[in-house]
């Protein structure tokens, strides 16, 4: 069984190779075979296409473990699952000379390599396509050396490293880049380089593009990015907080918080763009703010710092699949719902209501399970995000009956069988109600011929944001992933902002955001921006 130089074959395990015949578990027997005491550690995967349906899992009982192709052109991974293809948490564990790619239905939807608390891995010469993530290093990971890496058309992160729930961190990582480019251009949301958290860690050379953001940069100091390309990306660096160092090429812009800092070899902060102080108006007037993978128990945490925290009833149902990973799903029929403090706003005054939510299973269309509902006892209100529009519904409870407007729903799409994002204002004083929606031209608005007007805060007995105040039989399941109350209206510029937010909207809440005020180029050029008759931007070289 033991082949040239103490190499394992994973053929030697039943593995076909051919990229029809599961080859998950031939692969896993291998490496468990070299995982004990005594036997050799490197396991090759021959030429050929191999198949896998779960993570390929490199124990921490067993140091040194390799996983060896023979080209990454030769040696192909493909997944036919969502999450990580290779896991390693083995102390000088190695990976190199193949390729994980796919373009079949589990594209974009799987991790390349996960390392967690681990140190002294080697990743060379791996290419990684079509991922959502190139590779993760999640928790105390320390001396990863990767070199030439290649992540081609992925669509969340090309570069992650995560801080745990612990709080520990990836620190003193080296990657040797050859090219990191997300899918079709400057993606929304997408990230070459995401540090949430970290320090002493080292980027250097070749190419990162296409993306919405090259070096996001949170709980980040003194990390180290050495002559990259830059091309092709909305900002090339967003940093939250920490000093790094920027040795990269590239005109484009960045967005600084106060407290971050980015140096450059002439010493300059924020090199490539112009500088402007910011305060974000966005938040003015924010009541409440829900991520809802911001849970404890069955609480979802007030991000607003209004301490107006959503409740969850029933046996809440949580899911990975939302946009920031977690989102709760939710269905009338097993009476889970979800409540928001009846206070959260004054309901007498204009209010504006937004929620990323999307119909997973429409059942019984004409009883969707979300908007807004708001419990007067005898009478309640709501405003029902059906799958193409909105329904205004007065109810009373005392007479049985309804009093309904529908109006065309709206955002982008249109459709919520894919997340979509809705904003809603409602002025109840003269019975307005509008969908706010940037994609068009004119206000989709309308003055209700039925009262929505709530006396006060004190008249409201409940609100709920899925399920309604009596019970609906409707088999409808929903996913919510985000909702927002302001005491105004938003303008279209702030929805967009909202929508096109990198990560989780409000990341910036209450901080001063700075962007540069020179442009430096690494090899110490400045030059002078002016704005001409024209309102153009003029930069000329000193």
């Known amino acids: 069984m033991v082949g040239f130089k103490g190499i394992i074959s994973v053929m030697d395990f039943g593995a076909k190779g051919d990229g029809i015949v599961d080859d998950t578990n031939s692969i896993q027997e291998a490496i468990n075979y070299c995982s ?25 009982s067993r140091q040194g473990l390799e996983i060896i192709g023979e080209g990454n052109r030769a040696t192909v991974i493909n997944p036919y699952h969502n999450g990580n293809v290779i896991e390693t948490s083995s102390q000088g ?11 079949g239905s589990f594209s974009k939807k799987f991790t390349g390599i996960y390392i967690t608390n681990a140190h002294s891995v080697s990743i060379d010469n791996v290419h990684i396509m079509y991922p959502k993530n190139g590779i993760t290093l999640e928790g105390s990971v320390y001396y990863v050396n990767a070199r030439d890496i290649i992540i081609l058309n992925f669509i969340n992160k090309g570069i992650y490293l995560k801080k745990s729930l612990d709080g520990t961190a990836p620190n003193s990582n080296t990657f040797e880049i050859k090219m990191v480019t997300s899918d079709n251009g400057a993606t929304l949301g997408t990230i070459g380089v995401h540090i949430e958290s970290g320090i002493l860690n080292e980027f250097r050379g070749g190419q990162i593009s296409h993306s919405d953001v090259a070096f996001y940069l949170e709980n980040a100091s003194r ?46 902060v924020g090199p490539y763009s112009f500088f402007q102080n910011e305060s974000p108006n966005i938040t003015k007037n924010l009541k409440g703010l829900y991520f809802f993978n911001e849970a404890e128990g069955n609480l979802v945490i007030d991000k607003s710092g209004n301490q107006k925290h959503l409740q969850l009833l029933g046996t809440p149902e949580w899911t990975d699949e939302g946009k920031w990973g977690k989102s709760i799903r939710f269905n009338n029929q097993t009476g889970n719902r979800i409540i928001a403090p009846s206070n959260v706003l004054d309901w007498s005054k204009g209010y504006t209501f937004g929620i990323l939510a999307k119909i997973e299973d429409k059942g019984n269309s004409d009883y969707p399970q979300f908007g807004l509902f708001i419990d007067g006892g005898e009478k309640y209100i709501s405003f ?90 409707n088999p409808t399941i929903g996913i919510m992933s985000m909702s927002m109350f302001y005491q105004r209206k938003l303008s279209k510029k702030e929805v967009l902002d909202i929508v096109n937010s990198v990560e989780r909207p409000f990341i910036e809440m209450n901080e001063k955001i700075t962007k540069s005020k020179t442009f430096i180029s690494p090899n110490g050029h400045s030059f002078k921006i002016s704005v001409d008759d024209t309102g153009k931007i003029v930069i000329t070289k000193l």
């Open 384 to 473: 029902i995000l059906h799958d193409s529009y909105l329904q205004v519904v007065n109810h009373d409870n005392s007479l049985g009956s309804n009093l309904h407007s529908d109006q065309t729903l709206g955002y982008g799409t249109g459709s919520f069988n894919n997340f979509q994002w809705v904003f809603i204002y409602v002025d109840p004083s003269i019975n307005y109600v509008e969908v706010i929606d940037p994609t068009r031209d004119k206000s989709v608005g309308m003055t209700t011929s039925i009262p929505i007007a709530i006396k006060d805060s004190s008249s409201v007995i409940q609100l709920y944001l899925s399920g309604r105040p009596i019970v609906v039989t």
């Open 223 to 268: 990390n180290y990015f050495r002559n990259i390309w830059v091309e092709h990306t909305k900002n090339a660096v967003k940093a939250i907080s920490g000093i790094n160092y920027m040795e990269c090429h590239g005109l484009v812009g960045n967005i600084l918080l106060e407290g971050a800092i980015i140096e450059t070899l002439t010493g300059d």
């Open 93 to 103: 564990s190695r990976i190199c000379d193949l390729m994980i790619y796919t373009t």
């Open 36 to 60: 004990e005491a005594g036997r050799p550690t490197k396991v090759l995967l021959p030429k050929g296409e191999y198949k896998v349906t779960s993570p390929i899992k490199m124990p921490a």
